[in-house]
């Protein structure tokens, strides 16, 4: 097979600059530049690279001109970064730390903490690790960039012979070295002894370019990724750089993938800490992991620094139609892979080991699984397993493939000042990392609590037969959470089984699986047993008995398979325990779902699987219950006008107030959290403003 007209990912990217919309301020034109470079997963990946300006500015204590360097600020995207995003140091003592880090014979990491003392104007964004590879090159504008193309040069095995092949001179060369100080003055030497180059490769890292301006920085780092890429694909003939095609694509590959992430999921979860799955099945995975190299490429690992702080040194391989022991067998040679890695490579202040599982788990004929703490991470650990792959196939082309020496990536992973990072973050949310599936979520409720469980970390997917009502209420819980990528939405009727069982086949698909289930769809008909109709027998028998039954079965089957527990919540009502007028069918299934809450609460508490309900009364505003119809029977059997039916609820309360979806809300989450509510279970709480005919007996 030849592909010598397409390589596995397009490489080449087109210019995006505007001079009628590049701003004139200096510091704002840096951002414009960076977030059109970070724009383009083709020129770096997620929050890699870096960028700078050297700027005049006036001193506010000193009233002078002062040269500031401003450079990308520590854990920022390029791509979204604002001005705030950015760090400003004094230029000048920046320059000046060199005299102390030779006359105290300092390490380099011992630097780092003296930026801040550094930092111009009281900028309180922390100055990246890479701000001297900025500082001491002697030109305005500075772009660093991980761009797949480069990256397969400098992950070549005979790099440097190619870069200066490709770049005819115009690039210097780097030898591998750790982003650091060091780093910055090996790069400021090497353009001393080369006054010609207007760039650097970094021997398994990326490129570095400047210029006076940053629209001729900015072209310039689009022109030397495209003569990189076009190198490239000028040297594919013949064979392709995986090799042959030994492996067809699974038939059914999403049947594979829902019947092993829960398992493979749950097993990965450590010291407690569940993970958000990512499934990835794009042609350039696929093509990836049919091909005969693949195992030889996975084991050598990742090149670039910003690769393998994510994805781990390797990940790990799956068959297809493995089966829960192959899980187990396969986790733990991973781990034991991985804590072998970790005894040869550690220093005596190292941090401990951490998570040994898995961040990547490829599955040939079937698609790639990354995880991370939310679902963002997860899809951004995918990401950056594909530009390996995409490094990986431009290298092979050119030469070989080759990896970071396996002490230099672990130095990577355990930096200590990666580690410092780490800590400095702030404490992740009561529902972190937890998948939260929520039916009737387009409204009242269910809408309530999505956005609640949104806000306390949880991934949402929401689940409502209003396709449009989902879509609204989705900007709601997406807001709320913060994170992107972090809601879902399915299209689902709770009284069709089949329906049922596609939506949590979506939550696995969409996050690895479920955690926290909230069954709350409902629906109300007025009638006694004398005059209930049939179809409203069956209407509702089907939607408060059958799809509750249902919803918790296909959520306590993916609870167990995952062996992490979960927390299952029902919406019952006030009349699950007390006889409602005219609303006989109504009653009772309430009762009936409130019974079923208990008996899974029994069954599944081995597990560590908890199940409890609320018992909400008169929430008559934002409920999707309350249709204009529903009203219209309850206010005409109180005697009442429909708009006085609030009142009357708030009044006939002991406690004289109004209950809102907000109210509800507030109880499912202290039922579904396993920090505030771990040792309840079988538990009914009424939201209802106290009702003594819903008091439980």
Same mark, same amino acid.
């Given at each position: ?253 999403? *049947? ?161 000042? *990666? ?279």
């Amino acid at each position: 097979m030849n592909l010598q007209q397409t390589p596995l990912q397009p490489w080449n990217v087109p210019s995006l600059w505007d001079n009628a919309v590049a701003p004139k301020d200096d510091v704002d034109l840096l951002v414009y530049a960076s977030n059109l470079l970070g724009s383009d997963p083709r020129v770096t990946n997620f929050g890699g690279g870096n960028t700078s300006s050297k700027i005049a500015m006036v001193d506010p204590l000193s009233g002078d001109s002062q040269s500031v360097l401003w450079v990308k600020g520590s854990g920022g995207d390029l791509g979204s970064a604002k001005r705030a995003g950015f760090a400003s140091l004094y230029q000048d003592k920046v320059i000046g730390l060199e005299a102390r880090y030779k006359a105290e014979g300092m390490h380099e990491d011992e630097i780092v903490p003296l930026y801040p003392q550094c930092v111009f104007n009281l900028n309180p964004a922390a100055p990246s690790i890479d701000t001297p590879l900025h500082a001491y090159v002697p030109f305005a504008a500075v772009s660093h960039m991980h761009s797949d193309a480069v990256i397969a040069i400098a992950a070549s095995e005979d790099s440097e012979r190619l870069t200066a092949e490709i770049f005819d001179g115009e690039m210097g060369f780097l030898p591998w070295k750790r982003p650091g100080f060091e780093l910055g003055l090996m790069l400021r030497d090497l353009i001393d002894a080369n006054p010609g180059i207007n760039s650097a490769m970094m021997q398994s890292h990326g490129f570095i370019c400047w210029a006076d301006t940053w629209e001729e920085c900015y072209e310039l780092t689009i022109r030397l990724i495209n003569r990189a890429a076009d190198y490239i694909q000028s040297q594919k003939e013949g064979e392709h750089p995986f090799g042959a095609v030994v492996l067809e694509n699974h038939a059914e590959p999403e *049947e594979v993938i829902v019947s092993l992430l829960p398992q493979l999921r749950g097993k990965a979860a450590f010291n407690g800490q569940r993970l958000i799955a990512s499934v990835d099945r794009s042609d350039m995975v696929l093509d990836f992991l049919s091909r005969a190299k693949m195992d030889e490429l996975v084991n050598l690992g990742t090149s670039c620094p910003d690769h393998f702080l994510r994805t781990k040194i390797r990940p790990m391989v799956l068959k297809s139609d493995a089966n829960d022991g192959d899980i187990d067998s396969a986790l733990e040679a991973f781990r034991k892979g991985y804590a072998a890695y970790y005894e040869r490579c550690k220093h005596s202040d190292s941090p401990a080991m951490r998570n040994p599982n898995p961040s990547i788990v490829l599955i040939p004929g079937v698609g790639m699984i990354s995880f991370g703490k939310n679902a963002q991470e997860a899809k951004v650990t995918g990401a950056f397993y594909k530009n390996a792959i995409a490094v990986m196939e431009g290298a092979e082309t050119l030469t070989r493939y080759t990896s970071l020496p396996e002490q230099e990536a672990f130095n990577i992973e355990y930096w200590l000042l *990666e580690e410092a990072k780490l800590k400095r973050m702030p404490p992740e949310k009561e529902l972190s990392r937890q998948v939260a599936v929520i039916t009737g979520g387009a409204s009242g409720i269910g809408k309530a609590t999505a956005v609640q469980m949104a806000g306390l970390g949880a991934c949402v997917v929401l689940v409502d037969i209003n396709e449009a009502g989902l879509d609204e209420a989705a900007g709601e819980v997406q807001a709320a959470s913060g994170v992107p990528g972090s809601v879902r939405t399915v299209v689902c009727d709770v009284t069709d089984s089949t329906s049922v069982a596609r939506a949590f086949r979506e939550a696995i698909l969409a996050f690895g699986g479920a955690d926290i289930v909230v069954a709350n769809a409902g629906n109300a008909r007025r009638g006694s047993v004398a005059d209930t109709s049939a179809e409203d027998y069956a209407f509702l028998s089907d939607l408060l008995m059958k799809g509750y039954f249902d919803t918790l079965g296909e959520a306590v089957r993916i609870m167990v398979k995952q062996g992490t527990g979960g927390s299952c919540v029902v919406v019952g009502s006030k009349n699950g325990v007390a006889a409602g007028n005219n609303a006989a069918l109504y009653s009772a299934a309430k009762a009936f779902e409130l019974h079923l809450m208990r008996v899974t609460a029994s069954d599944f508490a081995k597990h560590g699987i908890r199940c409890n309900a609320i018992n909400p009364d008169g929430v008559v505003t934002g409920s999707a219950i309350w249709s204009d119809a529903w009203k219209e029977q309850t206010s005409k059997a109180l005697g009442i006008a429909p708009e006085e039916l609030v009142d009357h609820y708030a009044k006939r309360s002991m406690l004289g107030t109004v209950v809102t979806p907000d109210d509800c809300a507030e109880a499912i989450c202290w039922l579904a959290s396993s920090s505030r509510s771990s040792r309840t279970t079988g538990c009914v709480i009424p939201v209802d403003g106290g009702n003594k005919e819903g008091f439980l007996r």
